[in-house]
């Protein structure tokens, strides 16, 4: 849905340069159609299983693109009671929402309770101790899953696996039986189920097929104790086609759970982000100067790595190219943003067409972990997003002023004449 039609970079039908004039540069395109496509593969790869499909909210927050996933029947991950108020304010049911995160607060939880959501999955003792005394005191009954570390390696970047033994995440391996125990004994809890989640874009079936091998153990050794689960909620992390990688496909993933998990016929959750919105969405950038320093060639862009982090810290490829193709001989530049560190750097040494200053860049794939990491380092305003549906685009985020990013913040009175 992002192409060329006569050498213009086109968002479905609407020519990209007519976008960036309205709404400047940079900003996000996405295209409704690549994220509806995304979800409802999911949506028909799941059918034989009763299922939720829980939209991580972390890949992407708009408004816009939540309110997609509600409107086409979604729910969804939540890792703060901040992106719970924006699940519930896109409508989706309470009950279609679950909430993991190893640090949630007293207040989140308690938000969480009251909210009566599907599962909180919590991922300590602690935790799970914090969940059954804050829902005595609200007179309720907490549904919990325990998000349980499998100790599987996702074979994905270091700084995006989450199912090691030596990560942060879930409950260890070794203690989770007895905690489920423990946890079935409590007023407060209503023991409903069992998540993982093992690291983000993974490229690769099998880590998936062990850890759901475990899942599937640890289901059968709780039935004997008479804990029965109702959901089964494998978390997110298939992958995308960044460069020229190979994901597999949704009916390939859901086959693995098919194998390792469909015997026990019980309500399936995931919780999909990039797979939903990562190629759903492009950045686009305008070329500020270009330089020469030795035999290095800068195109400085107007983006930064305050809008799109992911380079800056996984060394993240994105596909970068021109908005208009000339056709011309492609050359070797690094192409940077105005930002004063090194790290804000989009690509090194990469072959791309040559554009000039004033010109229009487009950086791929740029949908998951791209707006929703951004910051306003060096002062710069957020940047707006605009979704596409076929010839029809809207603004569904405007970009900040610096009266909105100053509000909040005062003038002690001592500095006041
Ligand atoms: C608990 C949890 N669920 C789901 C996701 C979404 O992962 P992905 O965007 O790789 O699908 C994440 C992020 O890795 C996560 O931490
Ligand atoms: N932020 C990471 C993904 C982390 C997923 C959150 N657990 C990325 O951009 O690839």
Redesign the pocket.
Known sequence: MFHYINCVLHAENVPVEIIAKEVGTPCYIYSNEILTKNFKDFDNALKKFKNTISY?I??NSNLGIVKTIASLGGGA?V?SAGEMCIALKAGIPANKIVF?GVGKTKRELEEAIKNEILQI?AESEAEVNTINHIALKLGKKANIAL?VNPDVDAKTHVK?T?GKKENKFGVDWDIAKDLYIKASKMEGLNVVGIAM?I???LLDLDPFRLAFTKMADMVSELEKEGIILKNLDL????GINYNVELPPTKEAYAQVIEETLGKFNKHIII?????IIGEAAILISEVIFTKDMGSKHFIIVDAGMNDLMRPAMYDSWHTIVPVVKKGLAPITADIVGPICESSDTFAKDRIIEPVKQGELVAMMSAG?YGSSMSSVYNFRPLVPEVMVNKNAFTVVRKRTTYEEMLSGQTIPDWLKK
């Open positions: 991580s972390k890949a991950d890792v993991s999955n998000r995006i989450t989640h690291g983000s874009q978390g997110g992390g298939l919780e999909p982000g990039r797979s998951a």
